[in-house]
């Protein structure tokens, strides 16, 4: 029988969810409606009787707040309804707890046939607007039409009529197709098979698949004839992904520079990140793993490694911004899971690169989401998928550039602790015999997220296929994760992946390489519903899943904990050593690949890279009596600003480890350089995490760029109480398409662009004894829509992640202190090219930040000696927006004045008032520190450049002597907190 | 011989507070089990064995269908035999944030005139709509009978959530006031409890963060005193150890002090 129980909140409460839409359509579409009521509605689909059904509304509505029916309300006074509710075959997460709690009412599980479906209604009230204006907001706010159904009613057709009951069920289909490709056609037919199936192969590629096949032996034998079949193919497309293979980092370049020098590189990977770290590596034993395993690691402590891993979802948040994020977040979480043995997970980070959510509607290209709801969503995605897994998030940051409109960055990542030893071996040691048992842990498989990898190899485009959007499901890998603990402190199994892009191909792919070889049955794998075809399965990127080498002694083990634990388990097969990558369906083989040519086959791709550097328009500096204005006007700019509102919908606090916290100061109101977390509850030690990104730098050369983001992220540590020895960073490429084709006919500039930072991270990772333990690389971050092709700049995150031995010695950025003295450490230097001041010029200039490693180093040395001996009250180091908004936020932290003379900071000859204040010069910091100790610190900083420079003082006062301004405090947090309040 | 306090922290569908609430027993005394709730459900552990019994922070089943809802309905169904004998026992139960939730949606505070598994209160949406994480000032009532907030005045506390509004009935609320079973309050820097937001963060009613049933035996609250162990907790706590006034524990662990000393001395 099938029964609609409807929730709504009762009337002398505030409907909180009618109140967000109300006030949503307000700021995105400057539309005032009356009044929205909104109310959940499951359908259940099951063997129950009327008086279960009313039993069960009774139970599942809080009955404080709610009022739950069986059937529909008809209500009064409203105009439109709109009901959204899932597309067939899309997870419903609510459905499936509410399918949960059916259960524990009947007393019985519901079978696999019952369904519970959730669906919202909202009746919204608003005289004046048409069916056109309803749909319009529910298409662009209330629902997604990739992954949900919108059912829109005038008040009048719901009065006369019963609503249609929301049963998104997935129709019949037959399984199990497999179809065959002929690859002895023209190069033409090739690139149409190719670009057809979302294979994301080249003409090159596929004639490489083309020979293999022709020359492959023994194929009869399995049963498969000389043409490959789909599943075949489509193993190759996600192995062979740019997303998967790195095949631009990976490849053949030839660089020229501006004066024709010319150098051939095989590999910017191997040649610059992977050869600084194993450079490093020889000198220093805190290296545990590196670059082989799904994060990087650490040593930490006798008891503990550190793994970290930052990854981006910028293609599926570009289409899904909610789904796209979230699964980005949880899926980011299994990379530690499935490192080493498995980690237990720790802290999260965040960044997004975006587009002005103030970007009016026109600028917009159509097919593009516009960056406000872009923003929302994908904040709301990572908040509901860090909160619900119980991880705090460490650092949070916000970018925003107008070329971000084309594809949006979203960078995500996990800090995991791994024990040292787990079982008697060391905890990030993994390996598979022949035998061990092919297994698959998490949710069941669906159409959902297939050709991820693929389409995230292309750039953006109309057709861009919409099953590549994902929803996650925090809480089905929380129950995963508890379990992944419990088998590991068992010791049941001897390898864990996890389950990303390209799906049980990739990860069962790379296992495959361990052991030479695997045989799994794909008609074993879990599926969500009937129709899902082989090639489907091996490829789809549904979420919650895992992969694992068990042994068969440990199997019955591993299913009775995992069936406790209601986490579902499958045996797929075993890993074997006959080299081959072989896959059945129902015992006939439907895939039969040689591990050897899945992983070496593919032909490194040879390019041409060619550097001349640009020449820029140099602004006119404005006037001196400008200053006051311009100050404000830069702490007010959205790259300098709070973003306070979104930063505290996450949790930071849960584990209770939060030393130095994401904001801080008196009014915990001003972003803090880095933040430091307790590595277990009560530690001494703790873990340090910055992170640094200037994407307008490399408007005038990649090289330096790299080289600030690398000081940058560095001396956030440093800011906090870090030392400069044992920092481990992690480089997450995101790029313009670097090849030149039609479609980018200025490849060779953006590959030498490419080619030019990787040299930059060679030195300063070397430079700075920093070594790369982990990274990422998104290569095609364009989009073509609405006729327009917009290319984000070449952006470099740089994430660092250090010890600190005493978090009690840690420190904050806020001055403490009336009386204290003011230092600025560190040259200021004519070096505004690329700066927030040049753009809020409307300029780039040329006069890029650069970085002198050598006094960087000198200098961080000392100011540990400073954090160390605990003689410092404060300490920030200034990046956008330099000295001014360096200035500003140590005085608003602390809600204290700062009296500056100007003339005294440390500086190159010759600087204007503005390029003073504004220069983003690197390795600089400003100090706050008792007039007592200003002999000792004098003696520590005799060999850096530095100086005092003021005092703080009681009076709510910045008072800029040399240019003549003094700001009251409570006009720089105005300026400070008010662009993105409440937004 | 002095009793051995023991505490059952369930564990288990997206709760995930266990470590630090762990921490917080174990620091004051006690021995702690993380019991994951299937275990407890399958009688592979007995209630009985325990003292308290803790309700964690987390989101058990992803709040779908409100807070504690399908985590608060699984208990009820399944293990309410067990929780009658062990309040009736007069042993200690805590619900922190999620836990609150469970127990009001359980019918576990605030239980007027002794009425358990009856849901009078309720944690709803914050006015703001938004989950929030943040510090707050709380005071407590010295009236309250509750057991977990004896001799604390006022202290900070971090708040994590997104429903935590608290309401019930106006009979019921000027019920809860009368017998004082409001055990802790938002209030200002001041201690002021006439306050708005930020300083209450949700818009509960008479800015109420914490109730206990009538016994003061079991307690609910949305702020997070595990999440406190350590005086390096504090959002503050560096310009008061620059002053030589940093205490040596965070505000936090003395709800958890007071629960153990308490079985300690009636068990």
């Known amino acids: 029988m099938e029964y609609r129980i409807e929730i709504s909140t009762l009337p002398k409460w505030h409907d909180a969810r009618g109140g967000a839409v109300i006030k949503q359509v307000s700021d995105y579409f400057e539309i005032t409606l009356s009044d929205v009521k909104t109310r959940d509605v499951y359908t259940i689909s099951a063997d129950i009787n009327d008086e279960e059904a009313a039993n069960i509304a009774e139970e599942l509505t809080n009955s404080v707040l709610q009022k739950g029916v069986v059937g529909e309300t008809k209500l009064d006074d409203y105009n439109w309804l709109v009901a959204v509710g899932f597309m067939p075959g899309v997870t419903d997460n609510v459905g499936r707890s509410a399918h949960e709690a059916v259960g524990d009412i009947l007393g019985r599980k519901l079978l696999d046939d019952e369904f519970v479906f959730s669906s919202v209604e909202y009746m919204i009230t608003a005289e004046n607007l048409s069916r056109k204006d309803i749909e319009h907001i529910a298409k662009d706010l209330l629902a997604n039409e990739l992954i949900e159904s919108i059912a829109i009613f005038a008040k009048d057709e719901v009065d006369t009529t019963d609503l249609p009951l929301n049963f998104p069920a997935m129709p019949d289909a037959e399984s199990g197709i497999v179809n065959t490709y002929n690859l002895e056609v023209s190069d033409e037919e090739l690139v149409e098979i190719s670009r057809k199936g979302t294979l994301a192969l080249t003409l090159d590629e596929m004639k490489v698949i083309q020979n293999y096949f022709r020359k492959a032996k023994n194929r009869e034998k399995y049963g498969l004839t000389a043409n490959p079949t789909d599943v075949e193919l489509e193993v190759l497309a996600q192995t062979w992904s740019e997303h998967c293979k790195h095949k631009i980092f990976d490849a053949e370049i030839d660089y020229e520079d501006e004066n024709g020098n010319k150098e051939h590189i095989v590999s910017c990977y191997k040649s610059f990140i992977k050869k600084s770290t194993h450079e490093i590596g020889e000198e220093v034993d805190w290296l545990v793993s590196v670059f082989h395993d799904n994060a990087g690691i650490v040593k930490f402590n006798d008891k503990f490694d550190i793994a970290y891993k930052v990854e981006t979802h910028n293609s599926p948040s570009a289409l899904d911004p909610y789904g796209g994020a979230m699964t980005g977040i949880v899926g980011v979480n299994r990379d530690p899971l499935g490192t080493g043995r498995g980690c237990e997970l720790l802290i999260n980070v965040w960044g997004y690169c975006l587009g002005s959510p103030f970007t009016p509607g026109k600028d917009v290209p159509e097919g593009l989401l516009h960056p406000r709801r872009l923003r929302d969503g994908i904040h709301k995605g990572i908040i509901d998928g860090g909160n619900q897994s119980g991880i705090p998030y460490g650092i949070g940051w916000e970018y925003f550039e107008e070329r971000y409109l084309g594809k949006p960055l979203v960078y995500c990542g996990t800090v995991g602790l791994i024990p040292t030893k787990i079982g008697g071996t060391p905890g990030h040691e993994k390996s598979i015999e022949p035998g061990d048992l092919v297994v698959m842990s998490g949710g069941r498989i669906g159409k959902d997220g297939i050709h991820g990898a693929t389409f995230s190899s292309e750039e953006l485009h109309s057709d861009s296929p919409v099953q590549a959007v994902q929803i996650g499901d925090p809480i089905t890998q929380k129950k995963m994760g508890d379990f992944i603990r419990e088998a590991r402190d068992a010791d049941l199994y001897r390898f864990i992946t996890d389950n990303g892009a390209g799906g049980l191909s990739s990860s069962i792919g790379e296992m495959a390489e361990h052991s030479g070889g695997c045989r799994m049955d794909l008609a074993k794998a879990p599926v969500k519903y009937a129709g899902l075809q082989p090639w489907e399965i091996l490829v789809s990127e549904a979420q919650e899943r895992m992969s694992f080498a068990v042994p068969p002694e440990n199997i019955e083990e591993f299913r009775r904990l995992a069936e406790q634990r209601d986490v579902e388990i499958t045996v797929l097969g075993e890993f074997t050593d006959d080299g081959k990558f072989h896959m059945q369906y129902n015992e006939k083989t439907v895939a039969c690949i040689d591990i050897e040519f899945m992983h070496s086959g593919l032909p490194r791709m040879q390019l041409t890279a060619k550097w001349m550097p640009p020449v820029n328009v140099e602004p006119e500096l404005p006037s001196d009596d400008k200053l006051e204005e311009d100050f404000l006007t830069m702490l007010g700019r959205l790259n300098v600003c709070s973003d306070e509102y979104k930063a505290r919908q996450y949790d930071h606090e849960v584990k209770g480890l939060s030393v130095i916290k994401p904001f801080v100061g008196k009014e915990r109101d001003v972003l803090s350089d880095a933040t430091v977390t307790m590595a277990e509850q009560l530690s001494k030690e703790g873990i340090i995490l910055s992170a640094g990104i200037l994407p307008r730098y490399s408007d005038i050369d990649t090289y330096h760029m790299m080289a600030s983001v690398i000081d940058l992220a560095i001396r956030k540590i440093i800011a906090v109480g870090g030392k400069p020895e044992g920092i481990a960073g992690l480089d997450n490429f995101c790029w313009p398409d670097p090849v030149k084709s039609e479609k980018t006919p200025d490849g060779e500039y953006k590959l030498a662009q490419l080619v030019r930072a990787n040299k930059a991270l060679y030195d300063y990772t070397k430079a700075f004894q920093t070594p790369c333990v982990s990274g990422k690389d998104s290569m095609k971050n364009d989009s073509i829509m609405g006729g327009k092709k917009i290319s984000i700049p070449p952006t470099v995150l740089f994430s660092a992640i250090a010890k600190m031995d005493d978090v009690s010695k840690s420190i904050s950025l806020d001055a403490k202190f009336a009386g204290d003295d003011v230092y600025i450490i560190g040259t200021t230097k004519k070096e505004l090219g690329g700066s927030e001041f040049f753009a809020m010029l409307g300029y780039i200039g040329n006069d890029v930040p650069k970085v002198d490693a050598k006094l960087a180093k000198a200098t961080y040395r000392a100011v540990n000696v400073i954090t160390e001996s605990e003689l410092a009250h404060s300490l920030h180091t200034p990046a956008i927006g330099g000295l001014a908004t360096g200035f500003a936020k140590v005085a608003m932290g602390g809600r204290l004045g700062l009296d500056i003379d100007l003339s005294a900071v440390p500086a190159e000859s010759g600087l204007t008032i503005h390029e003073l204040l504004f220069s983003e010069s690197n390795s600089r910091f400003i100090m706050t520190a008792s007039q007592e100790n200003a002999a000792k610190i004098a003696e520590i900083l005799k060999d850096i450049p530095f100086a005092k420079v003021g005092s703080v003082t009681e009076k709510q006062e910045l008072n800029l002597n040399g240019a003549n301004i003094a700001i009251p405090i409570s006009n720089l947090v105005e300026k400070y907190k008010s662009t993105l309040a409440g937004v | ?267």
């Open chain 2, 1 to 267: 011989m002095a009793t051995t306090v023991k505490t059952l922290i369930i564990t288990g569908y997206g709760l995930n507070c266990e470590k630090e609430t762990a921490k917080a027993f174990e620091i004051c005394g006690s021995e702690t089990s993380q019991i994951h709730l299937n275990d407890l459900l399958d009688k592979q552990y007995a209630l009985e064995d325990f003292h308290i019994l803790v309700f964690i922070g987390g989101f058990s089943f992803g709040d779908h269908l409100g807070a504690g809802t399908v985590f608060a309905n699984r208990i009820k169904y399944r293990f309410q035999k067990d929780l009658e004998k062990f309040v009736a026992d007069g042993k200690l139960i805590i619900g922190i944030c999620n836990g609150f939730q469970t127990l009001s949606r359980l019918g576990l505070v605030p239980a007027l005139n002794g009425e358990y598994f009856v849901q009078t209160a309720a944690l709803a949406h914050n006015d703001s709509t938004l989950f929030r994480d943040d510090w707050v000032n709380l005071k407590a009532e010295p009236a309250s009978p509750c057991i977990f907030t004896k001799s604390i005045d006022k202290l900070k506390l971090p708040i994590r959530h997104g429903e935590g509004k608290f309401v019930a009935d106006e009979t019921v609320m000027k019920e809860i006031e009368e017998k004082n079973l409001v055990a802790l309050r938002y209030c200002t820097e001041n201690g002021d409890s006439d306050c708005s937001f930020p300083d209450n963060p949700n818009g509960s009613i008479n800015n109420i963060a914490g109730i206990c049933d009538e016994t003061g035996r079991i307690f609910g609250l949305m702020p997070h005193p595990e999440a406190f162990l350590s005086p390096f907790n504090a959002p503050d706590w560096q310009a008061k150890k620059m002053s030589g006034k940093l205490p040596k524990e965070g505000e936090g662990v003395i709800f958890f002090k007071n629960a153990v000393e308490y079985i300690k001395n009636n068990f």
